[in-house]
């Protein structure tokens, strides 16, 4: 595996486990855009085989500083990236050119060298996208939670229009040919809707609306991390009783199991003495009971069969949940990384994914729990009948 390779299954496993959710914005989405741009412009720029692996390193890495917080990400980045290649036998020099990289993508840097130009324009690749509007609504959301900023509609237009017509510069010739004219057209775009917002006279409604949101939105502000803990912990308890269930469905496997082999070793070979005859219902009512518990213990922890397959059509109608692994365990590699993208572009899709996984997860714990109680209440019911049963046989014999 190349470090390219490693990187990026480093960097996907670190988001997935240690990202918050309230980040729609800069999330392992983001850092593929910014991974497939940093690659066109490496390619147009002619970079040698050193200094494209160190770009790449950084563009995967430069944002996973969100997973320590908003605060200083780039050098939380750094630090991660760091670790990563020491790691990996990177030697320093290596390491420091792709820390210089990253603090390339502050803010507020203005690159010096060839390559954090090609890192600044390809963090900024997302001007030049059809659907900015859409990734800057997301970018919105993500300020809202993660930092409390709140804009009107209005106010975001223009701080939009602020940052990408006289901050925001692109420094490749590549980006200047390809994707200015596109971040003109969006700059057009965003102009006409603040015209739009003013002639519409809708101005004054929406900021006293927005104030509104600001004021409720404030008091939800604490429940963001709330939500990525319900999950986690309603999904670690299903897992672990999951685990009990099968637990219990084995110690009643077990102990049937040992009772079948007690009577089969031990009291039936006696039975075809006439003087043992009196044992004969006895040990068949005891191996029934016996039996009729292995058979509710097994199906309680039996496997659902699934066909492990779907169609682009069914991710385009949100109908898969691609959190469980028997609907997806037949596809591709590439057609589920598709797949999952597709969903992470939706966040409603995201938590109705997760809340299916909780629903039927709770659905097979309900199956294996009243599979379970009805065993147990099988094996109880046997032990008694069949000890009242060896005690009126013994006592017939004697009589």
């Not at 850092?31 to 690659?39: D, G, I, M, R």
Request: charged content about 25%; overall charge neutral; aromatic content about 10%.
């Amino acid at each position: 595996m190349t470090l390219l390779e490693k990187a990026k299954e480093f960097v996907g496993k670190l988001l997935k486990d240690n990202l918050s959710i309230s980040f729609t914005y800069h999330n392992f989405n983001h850092t593929l855009n910014v991974v497939e741009a940093a690659t066109i412009l490496a390619k147009s720029e002619v970079l040698n085989e050193t200094d494209t692996e160190i770009l790449l390193v950084a563009a995967w890495f430069h944002d996973t500083g969100y997973t320590m917080g908003c605060t200083n990400h780039e050098q939380s980045s750094i630090a991660i990236v760091s670790q990563f290649l020491k790691d990996n036998n990177k030697e320093q020099v290596f390491i420091d050119a792709v820390a210089k990289v990253i603090e390339a993508t502050i803010y507020d840097r203005s690159p010096r060298t060839q390559l954090e130009k090609i890192i600044k324009d390809a963090d900024y690749s997302h001007f030049a996208k059809e659907d900015y509007l859409t990734l800057c609504e997301k970018l919105r959301k993500e300020w809202e939670v993660t930092s409390q900023k709140f804009y009107s509609d209005l106010e975001w237009a223009k701080e939009n229009l602020h940052i990408i017509s006289q901050f925001h510069v692109y420094y490749t010739q590549y980006a200047l040919e390809n994707w200015q004219p596109i971040k003109e057209k969006n700059i057009q775009l965003i102009q006409n809707k603040i015209n739009d917002d003013v002639v519409a006279g809708t101005v004054a409604t929406k900021e006293i609306e927005g104030k509104k949101k600001k004021k409720k939105k404030s008091k939800n502000l604490k429940t963001s991390r709330g939500v990525d803990t319900l999950f986690r912990i309603t999904l670690s308890n299903h897992t672990r009783l999951s685990g009990i269930a099968d637990s219990k469905a084995n110690i009643l496997l077990s102990v049937n199991a040992v009772i079948i082999s007690i009577a089969l070793s031990s009291i039936i070979p006696k039975l075809d003495s006439p003087n043992n005859s009196y044992l004969i219902i006895p040990t068949f009512i005891m191996l029934m009971f016996s039996v009729i518990s292995i058979i509710f213990a097994i199906l309680s922890t039996r496997p659902k069969v699934t066909t492990g397959t779907f169609t682009r059509q069914d991710i385009e109608d949100k109908k898969v949940n691609l959190l469980f692994f028997g609907n997806f365990f037949k596809m591709p590699l590439e057609e589920y990384e598709w797949a999952v993208n597709e969903m992470m572009k939706d966040d409603k899709y995201l938590y109705n994914s997760m809340i299916k996984d909780l629903y039927f997860l709770g659905l097979v714990l309900e199956k294996k729990y009243s599979l379970l109680r009805i065993t147990y209440n099988i094996f109880m019911l046997g032990i008694i009948v069949s000890v009242i049963s060896f005690v009126i046989a013994f006592n017939s014999i004697r009589g």
